[in-house]
C-alpha cells in the first residue's frame, strides 16, 4: 500500500483512483460497506483504491480537551487498510487552513485540481468544508460539471437495533467498559497494543506476573478488570488484566497490567496485543496490598470462568 501524508501545498502526482472519503475511526461494520462499494467500482473501473483521511481527526481539532479521541491508533488504522487491500492511503494534515477551506474549495482545490478524482464513494452522514456544509448533494452538484462520479453508500443499521453504526457510540462503549457492545459493532475486540515494560514486580510475590503495556494514542477505556485475549507472536493466549492507575500502590500513570494463563516467558521489550472481551469491575483502592492480593484470586477465578478453563 502507498502511503502519502499531504496537506493544501502538497503535489500528488497519483492518477486513475477511485476514492472513499472519511475519518474510518475504528474501521466498524458501516465502514466495511463503503470499502466494499469502493473495491467493486475500482474493479470495474479498473482504477486503485484509495482511501482520503483526516489526522488530527475533525473533531478532535476542534475540541480544546487533551485526551485522546481516536478508537484505534495511526498504526492500528494502517494495518487495518492494507489487511483490506487498499492500494493508496492519502491523510491530509487537519490545520487551520484546511478547516477553513468552504466545501466548495475543498472539492474544486482538492478533489478536483490536487486529487484529479475520477470515482468517489462516500457514507450517508458525509459532511465536509468549513462548518461542515458540504455533503454529497454538493458533491453531485460538482460531479456534473467536472467529469467525475459519485457513489452514495446507505447507513448500515444492526438488524436488532434502530441504530446506525457509528464511531461516536463505539467510543462510549469502550469508555463505559461496554465491550460486547463495541466488539458487535467493530466486528471484532478492541485492542491496545504496545510493547511490554518492566513494572515493580510486586505482583510476582504473588505469583501473578503481569506484562504491562503502556496505552497507546487512542480512546482511554473504562479503568477496571476485563477478561481478554493476549496475542504474542501470533500466539492466542486467555488471561485478566487491570487497566488503570493502580491507587493501592500508589500509582501515578495509566498502565494496562495483563496477566497471561499457562505462561513463564520472560518477554520484556515485546510486542504485546490484548483484545478486551468484558469488564468485570472497576478499579478500586484497597486497604492494603493483601486485600488488593485477595481481590485479584478473586478477578482470576472470574476470568478462568468466563474462558471456561
Known amino acids: 500500500m502507498k502511503y502519502f501524508e499531504l496537506d493544501t501545498q502538497s503535489q500528488f502526482e497519483e492518477k486513475n483512483l477511485c476514492i472513499a472519503i472519511g475519518n474510518f475511526d475504528g474501521f466498524h461494520k458501516g465502514h466495511i460497506g463503503i470499502l466494499d462499494l469502493l473495491k467493486k467500482i475500482a474493479y470495474e473501473k479498473n482504477q486503485s483504491t484509495a482511501i482520503i483521511s483526516f489526522n488530527p481527526h475533525p473533531r478532535e481539532f476542534f475540541q480544546s480537551k487533551t485526551e485522546n479521541f481516536n478508537i484505534y491508533t495511526k498504526s492500528d488504522k494502517i494495518n487495518f487498510l492494507k489487511k483490506f487491500d487498499v492500494d493508496v492511503y492519502i491523510e491530509f494534515n487537519f490545520d487551520k487552513k484546511l478547516s477553513e477551506l468552504s466545501a466548495s474549495q475543498f472539492v474544486e482545490n482538492i478533489l478536483i485540481d490536487k486529487l484529479d478524482i475520477k470515482n468517489v464513494v462516500v457514507g450517508k452522514d458525509f459532511k465536509f468544508g468549513k462548518d461542515r456544509l458540504g455533503n454529497f448533494k454538493t458533491l453531485e452538484h460538482y460531479s456534473k460539471e467536472n467529469n467525475f462520479s459519485v457513489h452514495l453508500v446507505?447507513?448500515?443499521?444492526?438488524?436488532?437495533?434502530?441504530?446506525?453504526?457509528?464511531?461516536?457510540?463505539?467510543?462510549?462503549?469502550?469508555?463505559?467498559?461496554?465491550?460486547?457492545?463495541?466488539?458487535?459493532?467493530?466486528?471484532?475486540?478492541?485492542?491496545?497494543?504496545?510493547?511490554?515494560?518492566?513494572?515493580?514486580?510486586?505482583?510476582?510475590?504473588?505469583?501473578?506476573?503481569?506484562?504491562?503495556?503502556?496505552?497507546?494514542?487512542h480512546i482511554i477505556p473504562r479503568k477496571g478488570v476485563y477478561c481478554i485475549e493476549a496475542y504474542f507472536k501470533n500466539q492466542k493466549y486467555l488471561g485478566v488484566s487491570n487497566f488503570g492507575e493502580r491507587p493501592t500502590v500508589n500509582g501515578s500513570k495509566l498502565l494496562l497490567e495483563t496477566h497471561i494463563f499457562n505462561f513463564s516467558e520472560e518477554i520484556y521489550g515485546n510486542e504485546l496485543t490484548v483484545r478486551f472481551l468484558t469488564f468485570i469491575r472497576p478499579e478500586q483502592k484497597f486497604a492494603n496490598f493483601d486485600e488488593l492480593a485477595k481481590q485479584i484470586k478473586k478477578d482470576t477465578e472470574t476470568a478462568r470462568k468466563y474462558h471456561n478453563i
Open 154 to 217: 446507505e447507513s448500515i443499521m444492526p438488524s436488532n437495533s434502530s441504530n446506525k453504526f457509528s464511531s461516536s457510540i463505539i467510543r462510549e462503549n469502550i469508555k463505559n467498559g461496554e465491550m460486547e457492545k463495541a466488539s458487535f459493532a467493530l466486528g471484532r475486540h478492541w485492542h491496545m497494543t504496545g510493547f511490554i515494560v518492566e513494572g515493580d514486580k510486586r505482583a510476582r510475590k504473588i505469583n501473578f506476573p503481569t506484562a504491562n503495556v503502556l496505552p497507546g494514542k
